[in-house]
Structure formats: structure tokens, C-alpha cells
């Protein structure tokens, strides 16, 4: 069992940045693939980024490229979401998910292929 905590968020102004942090404990995350995901209110629970084990491959959202950046580093066993000209659309709950198993490129996008979660860190963007 994999615990995830995340950090980071807050309130703050349009145009400016942000850094997730998401730190795991109860083993290693260094084999699993690692998420982000976030949910406004009202909305469902969407994908961000995803990252592979070893940092290989990252994957975005089309509304997040250019903008985000999703990294890790297995030696503390941490995953960071770096957000950079934060709009008002970013306001959301950002959730970190660890999946052990990936089949294919197309799981990374997906919620239910993740097992882990995080509880959610508040990230509200004023405009």
C-alpha cells in the first residue's frame, strides 16, 4: 500500500506559478506510473499529466501543454507538477495517483488505471 500527500497549492493571481510537490510513502513509487489530475467544482475529475517510471515519457493534457510540467525524483520518492501563467480555469482540486501497472500509452490518461490517490491539494487562481 502506497500512501500520496500533496502539497503546494494555494491561492493566487492570474500569470503567476505554482509547484506541486506529491511525496509517497509506504514503498517505493519508483516503479509505478505516476498522475496528476484535477477537478472543479461541479466538474468531473480530469487528467493533467503523467509521468513514467524513469522519467522516459510525459504526457499532458492539450489544455496544459506548454504551460505545465510534470517531473519526479525517485530518490524522494516525490512527483512535482510545476505550473507556470496560471489562469482562472486552473482553479481546481489537483490530485497525485500512482499506478503500479500501466498496459498501455492510452491508460495514462485514464482515472481508473490509477489505484492511488492522493487527498487533493487546493490550488484557486483569482483573476
Known amino acids: 500500500q502506497v500512501q500520496l500527500v500533496e502539497s503546494g497549492g494555494g491561492l493566487v493571481q492570474a500569470g503567476a506559478s505554482l509547484r506541486l510537490s506529491c511525496v509517497a510513502s509506504?514503498?517505493?513509487?519508483?516503479?509505478?506510473?505516476m498522475g496528476w489530475f484535477r477537478q472543479a467544482p461541479g466538474k468531473e475529475r480530469d487528467f493533467v499529466a503523467a509521468?513514467?517510471?524513469?522519467?522516459?515519457?510525459?504526457y499532458y493534457a492539450d489544455s496544459v501543454k506548454g504551460q505545465f510540467t510534470i517531473s519526479r525524483d525517485n530518490a524522494k520518492n516525490t512527483v512535482y507538477l510545476r505550473m507556470n501563467s496560471l489562469e482562472h480555469e486552473d482553479t481546481a482540486v489537483y490530485y497525485c495517483?500512482?499506478?503500479?501497472?500501466?498496459?498501455?500509452?492510452?491508460?495514462?490518461?485514464?482515472?481508473?488505471?490509477?489505484?492511488?490517490w492522493g487527498q487533493g491539494t487546493q490550488v484557486t487562481v483569482s483573476s
Open positions: 495517483a500512482a499506478a503500479p501497472y500501466i498496459p498501455d500509452t492510452s491508460f495514462y490518461y485514464r482515472r481508473d488505471a490509477y489505484p492511488y
Open positions: 509521468i513514467s517510471s524513469r522519467s522516459s515519457y510525459t
Open positions: 509506504g514503498r517505493t513509487i519508483s516503479s509505478d506510473a
